[in-house]
């Protein structure tokens, strides 16, 4: 098993940046991908970001630009650093992982965080 830890949420005003960071423990392996997701209230979860083991990363189009995903050195981290920060991008914010690279999809990453609130302020 694999258990997500995420942190680095919190309010912001428009404009502004955060970064968030995910860590990963138990069952660890640097061949995996991860990556984050987003739900906001009464939206379906939706793809953010993810970095595959190899270093090769995707974006939604809605965070392109704005956001980059990166990997600590120890490959167990994962971070998203936000920038350019707009209302609509207020959510929870989950960091997944995968074992083998299927996709996008929520459906496509095995192991889940709790989440980290991001409330972006007007």
């Known amino acids: 098993q694999v258990r997500l830890v995420e942190s680095g949420g919190g309010l912001v005003q428009a404009g502004g940046s955060l970064r968030l960071s995910c860590a990963a423990s138990?069952?660890?392996?640097?061949?995996?991908?991860m990556g984050w997701f987003r739900q906001a209230p009464g939206k379906e979860r939706e793809f953010v970001a993810v970095?595959?083991?190899?270093?090769?990363?995707y974006y939604a189009d809605f965070v392109k630009g704005r956001a980059t995903i990166s990997r600590g050195n120890a490959k167990n981290t994962v971070y998203l650093q936000m920038n350019s920060l707009k209302v609509e991008d207020t959510a929870v914010y989950y960091c997944?992982?995968?074992?083998?690279?299927?996709?996008?999809?929520?459906?496509?990453?095995?192991?889940w965080g709790q989440g980290t609130q991001v409330t972006v302020s007007s």
């Open positions: 997944a992982t995968t074992w083998t690279y299927r996709g996008l999809g929520t459906q496509d990453y095995d192991y």
């Open positions: 138990g069952r660890t392996s640097n061949t995996y991908a």
């Open positions: 970095v595959r083991s190899g270093g090769r990363s």
